[in-house]
């Protein structure tokens, strides 16, 4: 199957949950509507390396979108859109994953992040505010220490989560069984697209899964775009970010786990004994999502509100996330570099 179970690949990425809703503020009136269909380009970054970019229209100040671990940016298609009424909204595929190409060298990190400059150099954009998912959000990190004058905010979307002790976190976490997979699950865009939305509990875009997920001409499955081996490379390489040296403007979403379900999304086909690990892997989850929260606000350019679902909170949420966003991104009270550069 594509992707780790997630609850591996939220510790591996070191992305959790949380327990309670922050109620956001002075939210700017919401542009939801009805998918649009991105003008998709690639852009030459270096020799052997071109990355997908996908641009959702809308006029204003750039607003760049970048995926977690194993998805593309396509996973955005069904929510950025709702953003193009004040921003120019864009989204980057990392390289070697989805039809972006390029190896992923050691030091992965700064390659990443040298590779978002190199893409919004090439489309010719200034100061942006970055949205990362999961993993993401060391890249956003990155990004904002090493360019902070092109930084203008930082979003993070379950995303705020230091790895720098991430072995200990592996091995400390409990163990819940894997999900039942079976021949069927894989035979079509529609098994396909139904197992993951089982295993991950939300229903992704069908254009990520045809992104990540190759099908022949009927639509049988064929294989998977990105191999296992490069995922793996990307959560072993030096990702370790620094969130002290990072002085942009941040607003951290975190996902709080109301049930077991949030975090063991097909908890329901678990024996008594799969289910009492879950329950303890979902305390687990939020003690240390709390920790996380804390450790994030300690930096006075941070904030940080709670909306209760799982790990894809963007696309279980996208209501409550778009209104945390438009608090952050139009607030009254921030009169710093976020606001009097974009607005």
């Not at 999502?289 to 209760?308: D, T």
Request: net charge negative; with cysteine.
């Amino acid at each position: 199957m594509r992707r780790t179970p997630m609850w591996t690949q939220r510790f591996s990425t070191l992305i959790a949950a949380a327990a309670a809703l922050a109620c956001a503020h002075g939210v700017a009136t919401s542009n939801t509507q009805a998918y649009r269909a991105p003008v998709v380009r690639m852009t030459n970054i270096a020799p052997g390396v071109a990355l997908e970019t996908l641009d959702w229209g809308g006029t204003g100040p750039p607003l760049v979108f970048l995926a977690g671990l194993g998805n593309t940016a396509h996973v955005f298609d069904d929510f950025a859109p709702r953003f193009t009424d004040r921003f120019h909204v864009i989204g980057i595929t990392r390289r070697g994953f989805g039809a972006s190409s390029g190896a992923l060298p050691a030091n992965d990190l700064d390659t990443l992040v040298a590779d978002v400059l190199g893409a919004i150099d090439s489309l010719g954009l200034g100061r942006i505010v970055l949205v990362g998912h999961s993993i993401a959000g060391e890249e956003i990190t990155r990004f904002a220490e090493v360019d902070s004058a092109r930084c203008a905010g930082l979003v993070y979307l379950d995303a705020a989560y230091d790895r720098s002790d991430v072995a200990t976190i592996a091995q400390s976490q409990p163990q819940t069984p894997p999900p039942n997979v079976s021949a069927a699950d894989f035979v079509s865009l529609a098994s396909v697209r139904a197992f993951h939305e089982d295993v991950v509990g939300v229903r992704e875009p069908e254009s990520e899964i045809r992104a990540t997920t190759r099908f022949d001409s009927h639509d049988r499955y064929l294989g998977d775009v990105t191999p296992d081996s490069l995922e793996a490379r990307v959560t072993s390489g030096a990702r370790v970010a620094r969130y002290d040296r990072s002085h942009c403007p941040a607003l951290g979403i975190f996902a709080g786990a109301d049930s077991i379900a949030d975090v063991v999304p097909y908890f329901t086909e678990l024996d008594s004994t799969g289910r009492a690990k879950g329950e303890a892997l979902t305390r687990f989850v939020a003690s240390y999502v709390a920790e996380s929260r804390a450790r994030f606000l300690r930096f006075p350019q941070n904030e940080a509100v709670v909306i209760p679902g799982n790990h894809f909170i963007f696309l279980q949420r996208p209501r409550e996330v778009e209104e945390a966003m438009r608090a952050f991104l139009f607030s009254d009270r921030r009169s710093g570099p976020i606001r009097s550069a974009r607005f």
